[in-house]
């Protein structure tokens, strides 16, 4: 059986993302942290690499009685991926998505002044997150991405489970992930320090990345 590596904490995981990210060389790469702590982890591979930072935002929707349970995921601008509103009633689906929009706003807004402006037309866009589990806010992440003029959508993730959701795979052109595990436990298993990360220590690791590759 595998042994399976610990990762430090989400910086060092970006830092070893790095490292298989730039031999793949991805043409004109542009880097999303997917806040909040996917940001960390894209830092690091944005100071690492010289690639341009930036977020990438969508929250899972979810039941109050069964929030690790994603029935699909919205992003800031109300892009929505259903995988699951079957499962409860029309009531409930409502108060769910608005709830999740409502989140993913509030994250846009605290992260709308420090963003870079970028040109995305012909770039490769790297969605980078500090593990994948369900999948959810990926896959709308994704789904929003492809009607947008980028080159390829890449992901890269230090773990994620061995069969990757077809929500995911289907709408992204390469997976990066450094461990696969054949029991997928929860992301927060494969790290040794794995905190809580809040907005403002998210958006602060984005504010020191972006200060950095500027002044570069």
């Known amino acids: 059986m595998k042994i399976l590596s610990l990762f430090e904490d989400r910086y060092s995981a970006g830092l070893q993302l790095a490292e298989i990210i ?3 060389r991805p043409t004109n790469p542009i880097v ?11 830092a690091a591979i944005a100071q690492q690499l010289g690639y341009p930072l930036d977020i990438a935002i969508a929250k899972k929707i979810v039941l109050p009685t069964n929030p690790e349970t994603a029935l699909g995921a919205i992003t800031a601008d109300g892009y929505m991926l259903d995988m699951g509103s079957e499962y409860c009633t029309t009531s409930e689906w409502s108060h769910a998505l608005q709830y999740a929009r409502t989140k993913a706003e509030e994250l846009h807004r605290a992260f709308q002044p420090f963003r870079p402006h970028l040109e995305i037309a012909d770039t490769t866009a790297i969605l980078v997150d500090d593990g994948i589990a369900t999948g959810a806010t990926i896959s709308a992440i994704a789904a929003a991405m492809r009607t947008m003029p980028y080159k390829e959508i890449w992901l890269a993730a230090p773990v994620a489970p061995l069969r990757m959701p077809k929500a995911i795979t289907s709408r992204i052109d390469q997976v990066i992930v450094l461990e696969r595990p054949e029991i997928f436990v929860s992301v927060s298993h494969f790290y040794r320090h794995f905190s809580e990360v809040t907005t403002s220590e998210s958006l602060s690791y984005f504010q ?9």
Do not use: D, F, H, M
């Open 22 to 24: 730039v031999k793949a």
């Open 32 to 42: 999303y942290g997917i806040p909040r702590g996917g940001v960390l982890v894209a």
């Open 208 to 216: 020191a990345a972006n200060l950095e590759l500027s002044a570069s």
